[in-house]
Each structure stands twice: as structure tokens, then as C-alpha cells.
T-cell receptor
């Protein structure tokens, strides 16, 4: 079974400061990892993914995430937060070893990011 | 990427009735999924919509309650049957890009309130 943990329900950060939203995962095979953002009354927007290769992946809106296999983590980061980054962030995992027929994503419970002006 | 639309965007329904939600994609995709997001909760996969065959349901979800159709590679419907207030949620359609390593893209969601 695969699972995702986002240990913080809410993260508050001042505008211009760096931000980190934490995510840890558990899969039996190779992890495919994703970050999504949800703005109020909107669907989920894809930010970035890790499949293989460099541990640091860059995505939309200046976000990046670092894959750490030994710590089974995939934390989302941004060097300088904007007020417009305030939203709900979801980490998701899929087991890359599940075979061609399995595409099930397992989501974390989400972390609400508030960027304070 | 894919552009996904859902109809209706929101609805308020009475207990015991049914609602059908439509999902339209702007390109042919292999995999389509339906998720539920209960108030203040994360996303839970309801089922995979298979083109030309019965949907594949996740544990806790059954066809009688959530019948799904997928007549072609760009369209799917989810029906929420015999609704109760516990069915009040956001229902999201998503698609898998053709690459097996690809991300899923999500529609804007349908906000359902059952009174």
C-alpha cells in the first residue's frame, strides 16, 4: 500500500521569506511524486513531479521540490513567498512499480499555506 | 497538458434524488478518473472510468451508488444516486496523460450540496 503524510495542517510565512511545505511518503516500489495546488473554489493545478533523475525538480510559479530517498521525503520549497501563493497544497504519490494498469494517486491531507503581507 | 471542463459547476439537491456530472476533455486520453473531496478533506479516488467497459471502483465505492459511463476517449459521466447529506462533496474528474510517467490533470470540480 502507498501513503502520503503532510505533517502540517497550516504553514504561515511572511512575504519575501522562503517557504517549505513538508511531505513524506511510503511505497513498495519506485515513487512517482507530485505536488498540486488548489486555490479557493478551483480544481487542482499541477505544480511539479519527480519520476527519476535529479533530486531537485523545478516547477511552475518558482516552486521546487527535493526528493530525498533515505528520508522518503519530497518537500516543496520556494525561495521567496508571495501573497498570491496562499492556497492549499497537496502532495501525492504513485507506485511506479505497480504495472501498466495502475495509475492510482494517493494524496496527502493537504497543507494550507498562508503568506502574510 | 489537457483542458478539462465539468458540468454543472455546483448544485444543491434534495435527499433521495440523483445527479449526473459530466466531464469533457479537449483531447483523447487513455485514463479518466473520478475523485471525491469531502469538506476539509483530501482527495479520494472513487473509480477509474474505462472506455467501452465497466468502471473499476475503489474499496468503499460501488456501481449502484456511483454509476459511471465513458462512451469515448474524451467524455465521461458520474452519477451520484439516491443522495444523502453525506454525499455533499466536491467531485473532480481527472485524466492521465498518455505517458505512464505523466501527471494527472484535474477538472475544476463540481460542488454538490445535499439537503
Amino acid at each position: 500500500a502507498q501513503s502520503v503524510a503532510q505533517p502540517e495542517d497550516q504553514v504561515n510565512v511572511a512575504e519575501g521569506n522562503p517557504l517549505t511545505v513538508k511531505c513524506t511518503y511510503s511505497v513498495s516500489g519506485n515513487p512517482y511524486l507530485f505536488w498540486y495546488v488548489q486555490y479557493p473554489n478551483r480544481g487542482l493545478q499541477f505544480l511539479l513531479k519527480y519520476i527519476t533523475g535529479d533530486n531537485l525538480v523545478k516547477g511552475s510559479y518558482g516552486f521546487e521540490a527535493e526528493f530525498n530517498k533515505s528520508q522518503t521525503s519530497f518537500h516543496l520549497k520556494k525561495p521567496s513567498a508571495l501573497v498570491s501563493d496562499s492556497a492549499l497544497y497537496f502532495c501525492a504519490v504513485r507506485d511506479g512499480y505497480s504495472g501498466a494498469g495502475s495509475y492510482q494517486l494517493t494524496f496527502g491531507k493537504g497543507t494550507k499555506l498562508s503568506v502574510i503581507p | 497538458s489537457a483542458v478539462i471542463s465539468q458540468k454543472p459547476s455546483r448544485d444543491i439537491c434534495q435527499r433521495g434524488t440523483s445527479l449526473t456530472i459530466q466531464c469533457q476533455v479537449d483531447s483523447q486520453v487513455t485514463m479518466m478518473f473520478w475523485y471525491r473531496q469531502q469538506p476539509g478533506q483530501s482527495l479520494t479516488l472513487i473509480a477509474t472510468a474505462n472506455q467501452g467497459s465497466e468502471a473499476t471502483y475503489e474499496s468503499g465505492f460501488v456501481i449502484d451508488k456511483f454509476p459511471i459511463s465513458r462512451p469515448n476517449l474524451t467524455f465521461s459521466t458520474l452519477t451520484v444516486s439516491n443522495m444523502s447529506p453525506e454525499d455533499s462533496s466536491i467531485y473532480l474528474c481527472s485524466v492521465q496523460t498518455t505517458s505512464g510517467r505523466g501527471e494527472q490533470y484535474f477538472g475544476p470540480g463540481t460542488r454538490l450540496t445535499v439537503t
